[in-house]
């Protein structure tokens, strides 16, 4: 499993880095990654953050036709109004979860579920407060895999908590 955690991992650090830099080729290697993080994901019974990369799979494909208008964006994000909503998912997420599932973290794995939906949805639609959601999105990440035995997952949610820092700076500065 820790090959597949890797690989995961890999391509799901191009995209990060290739999105920091407004690259439309970072969607693919996104698609590409997410797919396998859902059997990561499976096996450590984080049902939401699967259910997560199989919507950030169709997100990746969305981003990538909203991208190829080069600098326009099909969609726009309101962020009151999508955070409203990350709420309500995360809520509803987590009460499915502690009472369906065998899910060992199911808040963590609900906030983690609702607000990558919504960092997601704000980086298709080019709303640069998708990073620092995603820092602390991360940040969180990286203590449950670590307390999961994830080591390679926590060691990759720490340095996407600095390449978010760096896609804040990137996207502010445009």
Same mark, same amino acid.
């Given at each position: 499993?820790? $090959?597949?955690e890797l690989a995961?991992a890999l391509?799901n650090g191009?995209?990060?880095l290739g999105?920091?830099?407004?690259?439309r080729w970072?969607w &693919?290697?996104g698609?590409l990654?997410?797919?396998l993080?859902?059997?990561?994901?499976?096996?450590?019974?984080?049902?939401a953050?699967?259910l997560l990369?199989?919507?950030?799979?169709?997100?990746?494909?969305?981003?990538?036709?909203? @991208? %190829?208008?080069v600098?326009?964006f099909?969609?726009?994000a309101?962020?009151? !109004?999508?955070?409203?909503?990350?709420?309500?998912?995360a809520?509803l997420?987590? @009460?499915l979860? !502690? %009472?369906?599932?065998d899910n &060992? !973290?199911?808040i963590?794995? $609900?906030?983690?579920?609702?607000g990558?939906l919504l960092?997601?949805?704000?980086?298709?639609?080019g709303? !640069? @407060?998708?990073w620092?959601?995603?820092?602390v999105?991360?940040l $969180?990440?990286l203590?449950?895999?670590?307390?999961l035995?994830?080591?390679i997952?926590?060691?990759? %949610?720490?340095l996407? $908590?600095l390449?978010?820092?760096?896609?804040w700076?990137r996207? %502010?500065?445009r």
């Open positions: 499993m820790h $090959a597949l995961s391509l191009g995209y990060a999105l920091a830099y407004r690259k970072a &693919p290697l698609f990654g997410t797919l993080t859902i059997a990561v994901m499976l096996q450590a019974k984080l049902y953050e699967s990369n199989l919507t950030y799979a169709a997100m990746a494909l969305l981003g990538w036709l909203a @991208w %190829s208008h600098g326009r099909s969609w726009t309101r962020p009151l !109004r999508d955070a409203g909503w990350a709420v309500g998912a809520v997420t987590a @009460w979860m !502690r %009472s369906f599932t &060992p !973290r199911p963590w794995d $609900a906030l983690l579920f609702s990558g960092a997601t949805w704000w980086q298709v639609c709303e !640069r @407060w998708n620092p959601l995603w820092t999105l991360n $969180a990440g203590y449950v895999y670590a307390d035995g994830l080591e997952y926590a060691a990759y %949610s720490g996407m $908590a390449v978010a820092v760096w896609g700076y996207w %502010s500065v």
